[in-house]
C-alpha cells in the first residue's frame, strides 16, 4: 500500500520561508516521479513543482520559480519543497504526488497515481 505523508506546513509571515516534506513508503521510490500541488480555497488543484526519478531534472510553475526548490532523497524516501519568500497567495493545502515509472511530462495532475492527504500553508500579511 503507497503511502506519502506531508508534513512542514503551518503558519509563516510574508517574506518568510517553509520547508515541506513528503515520505513515501510502500513503492520503489527511486524509480517514482514525484510532484508537489496546491490548492487554495474555492479554487483547483494546481501544479507548484516536479522532479524526475533520479532528481536530475526538475520543473517548476511559473509562480514557483526562483522562490521554490523541489528536491529528493532516494536513500530516506523522501522529497522537499524549499519555499522562500512566501506570500499570501501562497497560502493553499499543498499535496505531494508519485507516478512510478514514469519519465514523461510532471506538471499534469491527471499523471499521477498516488497523492498524500496534504498540509496547510497559512502565510500572513
Known amino acids: 500500500q503507497v503511502q506519502l505523508v506531508e508534513s512542514g506546513g503551518g503558519l509563516v509571515q510574508a517574506g518568510g520561508s517553509l520547508s515541506l516534506s513528503c515520505a513515501a513508503s510502500g513503492l520503489t521510490f527511486n524509480k517514482a516521479a514525484m510532484g508537489w500541488f496546491r490548492q487554495a480555497p474555492g479554487k483547483e488543484r494546481d501544479f507548484v513543482a516536479a522532479?524526475?526519478?533520479?532528481?536530475?531534472?526538475?520543473d517548476y510553475a511559473a509562480i514557483a520559480k526562483g522562490r521554490f526548490t523541489i528536491s529528493r532523497d532516494n536513500v530516506k524516501n523522501a522529497v522537499y519543497l524549499q519555499m522562500n519568500s512566501l506570500k499570501p497567495d501562497d497560502a493553499a493545502v499543498y499535496y505531494c504526488a508519485a507516478k512510478p515509472y514514469y519519465s514523461g511530462t510532471l506538471n499534469i495532475e491527471g499523471v499521477y497515481d498516488y497523492w498524500g492527504q496534504g498540509t496547510q500553508v497559512t502565510v500572513s500579511s
Open positions: 522532479i524526475s526519478r533520479g532528481g536530475s531534472s526538475t
